[in-house]
């Protein structure tokens, strides 16, 4: 299972993000956890910019929308390692 937390999910850009979560999620037919985290908690977790994807911890895009392209290029790294 992949966990993943978007941080500023409640701006549309972080609603972008999580249609291209979810794009990939039936693509790959794999289970994927999403944790929405509204973006005036962004200080509790150091971020400066909004949206933020972190994905098992690891900030991987962040000010901007991570296309689902490159989400699948992330995951099946992830999946072959």
């Given at each position: 299972?992949?966990?993943?937390?978007?941080i500023g999910a409640d701006?549309?850009?972080g609603?972008?993000?999580l249609k291209n979560i979810y794009k990939v999620e039936r693509e790959f037919e794999?289970?994927?956890?999403?944790e929405k985290v509204n973006s005036k908690?962004?200080?509790?977790?150091?971020i400066k910019v909004i949206p933020t994807l972190i994905l098992?911890?690891?900030v991987i895009s962040s000010g901007n929308v991570?296309?689902?392209?490159?989400?699948?290029n992330i995951i099946?790294?992830?999946?072959?390692?």
């Amino acid at each position: 299972m992949f966990n993943f937390k978007i941080i500023g999910a409640d701006c549309s850009n972080g609603m972008k993000i999580l249609k291209n979560i979810y794009k990939v999620e039936r693509e790959f037919e794999i289970p994927i956890s999403i944790e929405k985290v509204n973006s005036k908690e962004k200080e509790k977790y150091g971020i400066k910019v909004i949206p933020t994807l972190i994905l098992e911890g690891q900030v991987i895009s962040s000010g901007n929308v991570i296309t689902d392209r490159e989400l699948k290029n992330i995951i099946k790294e992830k999946l072959e390692a």
